[in-house]
């Protein structure tokens, strides 16, 4: 079928067990730093890769971010005050708003977390990041399923 994964079990939970640890350990430091946090993170990556013709509006974020539209006016406040986002308004609807990465931001990775998953990603074969992905994404519903 495809290839064995060689790492014993134990291993493989102890790897998890040192990823969530690290997580951990960033969010207290990107917290106590003011620097963006992984709803922020999600948010850019989400606003980054909408198609031009199709940028994310504020509803958008709050369905993918699960939040509500009060929270997501506070991530774009702090989105906007670090320059990573420019808010307008809709082309369409006036009522409206649309959000689209800055000029800084639109060619690069959402952050530095990004950049380096980049750099990471790009010593593996597709194949690989396929089975690694699958992994997480996973390792991620059973997360999920337990809050």
Do not use: C, W, Y
């Amino acid at each position: 079928m495809g290839q064995r994964l060689e790492i014993a079990t134990p291993e493989l939970a102890r790897e998890v067990d040192a990823l969530r640890r690290a997580d951990a350990r960033l969010g207290r430091r990107l917290a106590a730093g003011r620097q963006p946090n992984e709803t922020d993170r999600a948010a850019m990556r989400l606003i980054t890769e909408a198609p031009a013709d199709r940028p994310v509006t504020p509803r958008d974020l709050a369905g993918h971010l699960g939040v509500s539209t009060a929270a997501v006016t506070s991530v774009l406040r702090r989105l906007a005050e670090r320059g990573q986002v420019v808010v307008s308004t809709h082309p369409q609807d006036a009522r409206s708003k649309i959000v689209r990465p800055s000029l800084r931001d639109l060619h690069s990775p959402a952050d530095e977390i990004s950049r380096r998953v980049e750099g990471i990603e790009s010593e593996f074969t597709p194949d690989q990041l396929a089975v690694i992905s699958r992994f997480l994404r996973r390792l991620t519903e059973e997360i999920s399923d337990l809050t």
